[in-house]
């Protein structure tokens, strides 16, 4: 049991339908902390990537565009994400050390924002300066996936669009 205590990810597992697409929600636990019912707790056995990758990686707007498209294919009600969908979901063969360390950096970043952002001694301008940085980092994460699978102008604006 001991082995579930460590940093993973933990993702909502019922999957929100938003208008013509969804959104996986998806965090990382750096405290190692096991939690049931409402969340799938993934634990990367696969060390090739770190988990901050894959984190990054599920909240992208390709992979939300892909999982809606591909794995639920258009589904307009609930649906649960589970390992078996999980592994459907395409990893990029290669990455090398510099890209993994930006995406590392990219949620270590997110994670410190949004620690900020929820601080109830914040508020005001303050907020909405941190509001924007962490509209900013997630920016900067989907711009790095797109490069990541090739992704052309065209095909970009067709995901974009779709997520709005």
Do not use: C, W
């Not at 750096?30 to 770190?50: A, E, H, M, Q, W």
Request: hydrophobic content about 35%; cysteine-free; proline content about 3%.
């Amino acid at each position: 049991m001991q082995k579930f205590y460590q940093p993973h990810i933990v993702a909502q597992r019922i999957v929100a339908h938003i208008k013509d697409h969804i959104k996986l929600t998806v965090a990382f636990d750096r405290d190692g902390l096991f939690s049931f019912n409402t969340v799938t707790n993934i634990l990367v056995s696969n060390k090739k990537y770190p988990e901050e990758f894959i984190v990054a990686l599920l909240n992208s707007n390709l992979i939300q565009y892909y999982t809606y498209k591909f794995i639920y294919q258009n589904a307009i009600r609930s649906m649960d994400f589970y390992e078996a969908y999980a592994k459907q979901i395409p990893v990029p063969k290669e990455l090398s050390e510099k890209q993994q360390q930006k995406f590392v950096s990219f949620v270590n970043q997110m994670l410190s924002l949004q620690q900020r952002y929820h601080d109830e001694k914040v508020s005001g301008n303050e907020k909405e300066k941190l509001e924007q940085q962490i509209k900013n980092v997630d920016y900067e994460i989907d711009e790095e996936v797109y490069k990541l699978y090739e992704i052309t102008p065209e095909e970009k604006k067709i995901i974009e669009e779709s997520l709005k």
